[in-house]
Structure formats: C-alpha cells, structure tokens
C-alpha cells in the first residue's frame, strides 16, 4: 500500500499548509508538461497528485490515519461508507470534500497560471477510475503533446529618464519585477507615465512557448529649468529692463547646449518666443523650446534707474493699454 506521507515527503504531524507546500513543489517538478521527455514523469505526478487528494482532505486524511482507507483513498473493507468503488482519486477531489489546503486543481491553477493542466486540453475525465487522468496521447485528453504552449506572464517594471536622455535616445537601465536588469530605448513620442511593452522580456513559459512580455512604465526626471508640455518644452528667461526695451541678444539653455535668441525691442514680460526643434523628439518631428520673457529687477540698488524711473514719474507717462 503506497503512503501519501512519504510520497508527499512530510511527516504524519505535517500541517495543511506544510502538506500544500509540498504539494506545490513536487506537482511544480514533476508535471508532465515539465518533462516531456520523461516518460516516468506522467506516473510520479500521478501518485503525487493521488497522495495530495487524500492528505489534503481533512477528513480523508483522518481516515487513513485510522485506517480506514487505504494510500488512494479508497475503502480497506469492502462496503465502506463514503466512497464510489474504485473511486481513485480525482484532481481537486468529488464533490463534498473539504481541502484545508485548497484542491490539486486550485493549486495547480496558482502555478500555472489558471491552466493548472485539467479538462479538455490537460487530464481528461476518461481515465477517472485510474486516478481522473486520461490515456496518454488520447487526443485532446491526453497530457502535454496535444496542448497549445502557453505564454509566459508578463512581468512589470518602473523606468525613470532625464529630459537629456530622452532627447539624445540614449537607453536607459531598468530592473523589473523578477528582479532582472535591462537596457531599454524609449521610443520617440513617449510621453510621461506611459506603459511601453518589450516582447519576450517576461517569465518563460512554463510548457515550451513564447516567454511573457515585459511592461515598462516610463516617467520623467522633473527638470531644474524645464516643464514638459507634450512635446514642447517651456522655460522662463529671466532679462533685464533695458534688454526688454532695445532688444538685443541673450543666451537660453537647451536640452543639447545653450543658444543665442533674438529678442525684439519693446518686449514685455511674459512674451513668448519660439526655438523651432530644441524640445523632446516625437513621433514624426521634434517639439519646440518656448521662452517666455522675464523682466527681473537688479538686486542692488541703481540710482540711475531709480532717477529715471523717478522722472518718468513727475511727468506723467501715458497710461498702459488696457487688454
């Protein structure tokens, strides 16, 4: 007579979380659809999978330990209450049985991803009376060959870039959930907390198929100088009264280096001027830098400005317009 103790590797003091543990480990190892070029491997998870259906069922358990059913469950004595002739044991156990541990089928769903391996396309119902798992190669019913691959998961990951990065296409590190490190190269129109997906970068597939992809969430460095606005970016340049009024040149910064900038006479506080290409790469063309003007006042005292200002003062300058 077969022990589901030693099958399962625990102790006859084992609790339902040390038997479900086990369980999860040997069934993780031992599936068919892990092995596939193991012909033993369909057998060894069967007797786990047997072994699991009578130690994670509270009263069946209880049961073996009185001995009153036998390593699979069934009735030592013939005519004994509770079971079907021959009843083997089914994954996840008939219908009235209480698993402590939750069902073969439950667990198996957790490791496989809700694909735990039963119904049409993993254990079919033909082979029930030998422990609910069909003949090997039966068609759909049968074990791993004739089951579609599945996708690994996806894993998820936080990618955080500066402004300069981004705009000269540099590949920034990023490590993902499964603890991994790669390069990625943030696609041109990539806007802030945008999700970008990398083929094949996820958790392999647990039966031979393509792996998972990995989703990557990019943000944005805040930036000393710059604020984003889609593509463009905006910056405030701070000149002096006297650059307001005659004009002249200064110097903003950019992205890439700073540049020269017109300003024209008579320029107010708050205007806007356009530097065609210097914002964040999009799609089909970079956006633009927007300087807005920013009349600022020297710290120090000046008494000629003071002067002046105070005569502008005594003679009665022309009101401003009114917008």
Excluded: C
């Amino acid at each position: 007579m077969s022990d589901p103790y030693k099958i399962l590797g625990v102790t006859k003091g084992a609790s339902a979380a040390d038997i479900k543990s086990a369980f999860r480990n040997l069934a993780k190892k031992n599936h068919p659809d892990q092995n596939p070029n193991d012909p033993k491997a369909k057998e060894r998870f069967s007797k786990i999978n047997n072994a699991y259906d009578v130690l994670g069922d509270t009263e069946k358990r209880a049961q073996f330990d009185r001995g009153e059913v036998d390593g699979d469950g069934n009735p030592v004595h013939p005519g004994f209450g509770g079971f079907g002739q021959g009843g083997g044991a089914r994954p996840g156990g008939p219908s009235g049985q209480t698993f402590a541990g939750g069902g073969a089928e439950e667990i198996l769903s957790e490791i496989f991803g809700g694909r735990g391996g039963f119904g049409r396309s993993g254990f079919g119902q033909a082979g029930a009376a030998q422990g609910g798992f069909g003949q090997a190669g039966a068609g759909p019913q049968g074990f791993g060959g004739t089951r579609r691959p599945q996708k690994g998961t996806d894993v998820e990951g936080k990618l955080a870039i500066t402004l300069e990065d981004l705009a000269a296409g540099k590949k920034a590190s990023v490590t993902l959930g499964d603890g991994r490190t790669v390069a990625v190269s943030v696609p041109k129109g990539t806007k802030d907390g945008q999700t970008i997906r990398l083929k094949g970068q996820g958790a392999p597939s647990p039966n031979g198929g393509t792996a998972g992809d990995a989703r990557i969430t990019v943000r944005y460095i805040p930036h000393p100088l710059f604020k984003v606005d889609g593509t463009n970016l905006r910056y405030d340049a701070p000149i002096h009264l006297h650059q307001a009024y005659l004009g002249g040149k200064i110097q903003v910064p950019t992205l890439s280096g700073r540049v020269n900038l017109t300003v024209p006479p008579k320029s107010n506080s708050g205007s806007t001027m356009r530097i065609p290409g210097k914002g964040l790469p999009g799609k089909s063309k970079s956006g633009d830098l927007l300087v807005s003007l920013q009349i600022q006042f020297p710290d120090q005292p000046e008494p000629e400005l003071e002067a002046l200002m105070q005569k502008w003062a005594k003679e009665g300058r022309p009101p401003l317009k009114q917008k």
